[in-house]
């Protein structure tokens, strides 16, 4: 016999928020929230520049969870939905 879990989580109901765009990027403030992998401190460096020197991004807020295996606290996604106009969420490896 064979266990399986399904890893994914269910789908959350819609709060109407996921159909806003952003027309521009230029002077929007630029989330990224570090999982705690390696290298993603490195990707996101690279990412906020190009993002600031070709998008005209008005600032980038980086923030890192304490372990890639746990959520990220809701004070730091409070945090970050007041702040930013956009947050970015990655992996690093």
């Known amino acids: 016999m064979v266990l399986l879990y399904d ?3 269910p789908r959350r109901p819609d709060t ?3 159909e806003r765009k952003l027309e521009t990027l230029a ?3 630029v989330g990224f929230i570090d999982n705690a992998k ?3 401190d490195l990707l996101v460096d690279d990412l906020a520049r190009l993002l600031v020197t070709k998008y005209g991004v008005g600032r980038v807020v980086k923030r890192r969870k304490s372990s890639a295996s746990i959520p990220a ?5 409070n945090e970050l939905s007041a702040q930013c106009d956009l947050v970015i969420t ?3 490896d």
């Open 27 to 29: 002077g929007k403030v």
């Open 73 to 77: 606290a809701p004070e730091m996604v």
């Open 90 to 92: 990655g992996s690093g």
């Open 7 to 9: 890893p994914t989580a």
């Open 16 to 18: 109407g928020n996921a």
């Open 38 to 40: 390696p290298n993603f």
